[in-house]
């Protein structure tokens, strides 16, 4: 069964700490896997994609990894900011005739001042 | 170069009601899905049109259809509304045209049934 499992399910952390949030998941064939941030209430807005053959990913402070022999991937933020308060999915893509996706349930992370 | 809109932004319904949800794709794309995103969880696929036709669907009850226009436009219609169904209603386009599956989500619907 295609799934995707992100731990933890929430995290809080000082404003200025580092943070590290991880996805697992059973998705097969696989195409590619993104990280994605959304603010409550509002949609999700990518900050990085990885292909099969691609081991790192930064986006200014985030750095995504992704371990596909093990089939695990992490997402690390650095020196948090306020703003970073939100959940973040993990989203795995595969191909089945059409791309298809399979969303992680989240993670929602409070950053405190 | 306008992004993914929906509208309205907010809705407040009561149990039995219908409900109408629209989407506008991010432009050049030609292909909608739907998703439903309850609250504290991810989202939950619905359906994906194209070329004015549903191509792939979710889990979901026949009380939920969709429409995709000429303009690659799409709505989401929910009929007899149930209380389950208030939740947060993504919309998210993509192009055919570039080897590429990146979705881009609107900013949502967020529905309440009463």
Request: with cysteine.
């Given at each position: ?88 999915i993990c989203v795995v893509s595969f191909t089945s005739g059409t791309y298809k996706y399979i969303f992680g349930t989240g993670t929602r992370l409070k950053v405190l001042a | 170069d306008a992004g993914v ?110």
């Open positions: 069964k295609n799934q995707v499992e992100q731990s933890p399910q929430s995290l809080i952390i000082l404003e200025g700490k580092n943070c590290t949030l991880q996805c697992n998941y059973t998705v097969s064939p696989f195409s590619n896997l993104r990280w994605y941030k959304q603010d409550t209430g509002r949609g999700p807005v990518s900050l990085t994609i990885m292909t099969f053959s691609e081991n790192t990913k930064s986006n200014g402070r985030y750095t995504a990894t992704l371990d596909a022999d093990t089939k695990q991937s992490s997402l690390h933020i650095t020196a948090s900011q306020l703003s970073d308060s939100a959940s973040y | 809109t929906q509208s309205p932004t907010h809705l407040i319904k009561t149990r039995g009601q219908q409900v109408t949800l629209r989407c506008s794709p991010k432009s050049g794309h030609d292909t909608v899905s739907w998703y439903q995103q309850a609250l504290g969880q991810g989202p939950q696929f619905i359906f994906q049109y194209y070329e004015e036709e549903e191509r792939q669907r979710g889990n979901f009850p026949d009380r939920f259809s969709g429409h995709q226009f000429p303009n690659y436009s799409s709505e989401l219609n929910v009929n007899a509304l149930l209380l389950g169904d208030s939740a947060l209603y993504l919309c998210a386009s993509r192009t055919t045209r570039l080897s590429t599956d990146t979705q881009y989500f609107g900013p949502g619907t967020r529905l309440t049934v009463l």
